[in-house]
């Protein structure tokens, strides 16, 4: 249990926590979309699975070249209107009005003009998508310096993220329908437009509602100018390297990198899965199956896993809770090769909620840890803060971990066998998917088990390094 209670100050207010946690659903809902709009470009548009994934892998590559040095400019900008929310407002607009255009698509044109279409636009969307969601992961690093209510906040910000996963498997579905399209490509081409003016709207708010940290104590920060460019881009890679020899951090970033992209390579599966290996290819009688079972797994995400994990961070500790929800992720990971039977289709949801466990415990505690790291970098190396470089280069391991697990994704679907133009599937072929469903996530997370059992920034440490930064600068 606790040893420290949260100060009064310390606390996040409710509105607060709902619009960081309104620019976080954003911040899922544009990749959550981009899964169910990529499949229709196998299925609808008949391009090959290989270059769909490829698609999906280089722009991420840029992304994650970007993320660094939108990281540095965040950290070290000083405006009247704060370090994080100009930039927050700016990206939003420039991410939502892209992906709307990226999926305009003409079915009569060939799968080559539909590739370089799509790779010219991502190239777009996610500079926008990085001018975005960097600054705001920084933001949530500083809007508290309490160990456990940055758990909360992260937990809260997670729960309403989560809407994302409930609302892109119906995505798929919605597109699927005769009776509300004429045909998929329409479907892709409207959805789009809804998805992309809603993510828009709910990536604002944060910039609106929610609070920074005071700047007067901020020291060290560069001069953003072309004039010192070179000055800036030595800064930048000498904090970098002070962020990648920070050991704990290392530890971070390598378990999510094994837990997420075990989960990402293997996630498109369980739609294949489904369709093909339970109704045999028949998307009218697998209905709306795929999209209950991808909306359990987020609602099982929201209403059980986050609630526990918060109460097992605040009980055991950060990295104690991490170990525990992996464990119980193994588990539903294991249960998927019986769950998924053709001959009694409600077992497929069995696992759905342990799998949770693994996803669901992931981001609430790893983002909650690194603005813990964030402390303990100030502590050694001094101002300037650097909670949006911090940011940047965490989602930049995920990022390349996740080109990477796209690709590998593409590859296993090429290896077993997969023919994206026939109707079904030879069960070999089925057999194989399913074998990488189940081995790939569970390495990866016993890997990861192994990656962070040295952590060891605990609540008593890191409030040892909270006094004594307040003792060098007062508070933020």
């Known amino acids: 249990m606790s040893k420290f209670k949260t100060a009064p100050e310390d606390i996040v207010p409710f509105v607060q926590k709902f619009a960081f946690g309104a620019g976080n659903l954003a911040n899922q809902l544009f990749p959550a979309a981009l899964g169910a709009f990529m499949y229709y470009l196998v299925v609808a548009y008949k391009m090959d699975p290989l270059d769909a994934a490829l698609l999906s892998s280089i722009p991420r590559l840029l992304d994650a070249i970007t ?3 939108m990281g540095y400019v965040t950290d070290n900008t000083r405006s009247k209107w704060g370090r994080r929310k100009p930039y927050i407002f700016l990206g939003s607009f420039i991410a939502g009005i892209t992906f709307i255009m990226m999926w305009q698509l003409n079915p009569e044109d060939s799968s080559n003009f539909h590739f370089w279409y799509i790779l010219t636009l991502s190239f777009v969307f996610y500079i926008g998508y990085t001018i975005f969601a960097t600054p705001l992961i920084g933001l949530g690093y500083e809007m508290t310096s309490d160990y456990n209510e940055r758990t909360r906040l992260m937990a809260s910000s997670q729960i309403i993220g989560q809407l994302a996963w409930m609302i892109a498997p119906w995505i798929w579905w919605v597109i699927a329908q005769p009776n509300i399209f004429p045909t998929q490509t329409e479907g892709v081409r409207t959805v789009a437009i809804v998805t992309g003016i809603a993510c828009l709207i709910l990536a604002i708010l944060p910039s609106i509602f929610c609070k920074e940290i005071d700047q007067t104590n901020l020291t060290g920060q560069s001069n953003l100018s072309l004039k010192d460019f070179k000055k800036n881009m030595l800064n930048l890679f000498k904090g970098m390297k002070e962020i990648l020899t920070n050991q704990q951090f290392l530890r971070v970033c390598g378990a999510t990198f094994l837990v997420f992209n075990g989960f990402q390579i293997v996630a498109q599966f369980s739609l294949f899965i489904i369709v093909y290996y339970m109704f045999n290819g028949d998307y009218g009688v697998a209905g709306q199956w795929p999209a209950w079972y991808n909306t ?40 998927k090769w019986w769950g998924f039977n053709p001959e009694i289709t409600w077992l497929m949801f069995i ?14 505690l790893m983002m909650s840890m690194t603005a813990d790291l964030c402390d303990l970098d100030e502590l050694r190396n001094g101002m300037p803060r650097k909670e949006g470089t911090f940011g940047a280069v965490y989602w930049l391991m995920v990022k390349i971990g996740s080109a990477i697990a796209l690709t590998l994704s593409g590859m296993i679907l090429s290896f077993v066998g997969w023919d994206q133009n026939q109707p079904t599937q030879t069960m070999e072929t089925l057999t194989n998917l399913r074998i990488a469903d189940v081995i790939v996530p569970i390495v990866a997370a016993l890997l990861a088990v192994v990656t962070m059992w040295n952590y060891n920034v605990t609540e008593e440490r890191a409030n040892e390094i909270r006094n004594e930064l307040i003792k060098r600068r007062g508070r933020l």
Request: proline share 5%; aromatic share 14%; hydrophobic share 55%.
């Open 351 to 364: 696992q759905v909620p342990f799998m949770s466990f693994g996803i669901g415990g992931l981001f609430t």
């Open 296 to 335: 359990l797994a987020a609602a099982s995400t929201m209403f059980l896993v986050i609630p526990i994990i918060t109460k097992l961070a605040t009980k055991y500790g950060k990295k104690n809770a991490f170990i525990i929800s992996t464990f119980i992720s193994i588990i539903g990971y294991g249960i």
């Open 67 to 69: 993320d660094p040095i």
